[in-house]
Antibody, heavy 119, light 110 residues
């Protein structure tokens, strides 16, 4: 059975940094594009970033460009998101999402990790 | 980053059909297939419809999707109480390799 477990969230001060992690199991991790999607409290879904199966291609959404880096380690079945210069508006649930094997769009969602930004 | 437009809410009584629209543009829906996601409050989203009209395994056939031009629709027929949730459309933005979501529609079962 496939699983995605995200971790690394927590309380961080404005201007601080976080590294989110996600571990996949039950599927061939290195065969899929992986995404990060976030959802602020009471708000809709916002696509954050994705990385190709090999890790060679990375794409970022507008709202976090310049402050985030997505990476992966297929030997560890792991996905990462480094977020720097955190702002109040970055507070959200961050979901790790597996892309389909063919077109890469978000398919299977993990439970997410909560990021809170407060002084 | 473009955003796809959905009505904020929709409602119906049990057994009725509810339809949700998703409006985009030439570079997103106009060029790419549309997916739909269901999010029951307090849980992670789940893929409901992919590639405009395909139901992943386990999704009841009460859910159906369609696309025409730069718009797409999700229909829920035979509405049931467990269908009360938030629904989002999504597709690739062909200009930037971004993925964009709709603004979301909350469905209430009266």
């Amino acid at each position: 059975e496939e699983h995605l477990v995200a971790s690394g969230g927590g309380l961080v001060k404005p201007g601080g940094s976080l590294r989110l992690s996600c571990t996949g199991s039950g599927f061939i991790f290195g065969g899929h594009t992986m995404h990060w999607v976030r959802q602020a409290p009471g708000k809709g879904l916002e696509w954050v970033s994705c990385i190709s199966d090999s890790g060679n291609y990375k794409y970022y959404g507008d709202s976090l460009t310049g402050r985030i880096t997505i990476s992966r380690d297929n030997r560890k079945n792991a996905l990462y998101l480094q977020i720097n210069s955190l702002r109040d508006e970055d507070a959200a649930m961050y979901y790790c999402v597996r892309g389909t094997g063919r077109d890469g769009y978000p398919e299977y969602w993990g439970q997410g990790t909560q990021v809170t930004v407060s002084s | 980053q473009s955003v796809l437009t959905q009505p904020p809410s929709a409602s119906g009584t049990p057994g009725q059909t509810v339809t949700i629209s998703c409006s985009g543009g030439n570079f997103d829906i106009g060029r790419n297939s549309v997916n739909w996601y269901q999010q029951v409050p307090g849980t992670a989203p789940k893929l409901l419809i992919d590639s405009n009209d395909k139901r992943p395994s386990g999704v009841p056939d009460r859910f159906s999707g369609s696309k025409s031009g730069t718009s797409a629709s999700l229909a829920i027929s035979g509405l049931q109480s467990e269908d009360e949730a938030d629904y989002y459309c999504g597709t690739w933005d062909g200009r930037r390799n971004d993925y964009v979501f709709g603004t979301g529609t909350h469905v209430t079962v009266l």
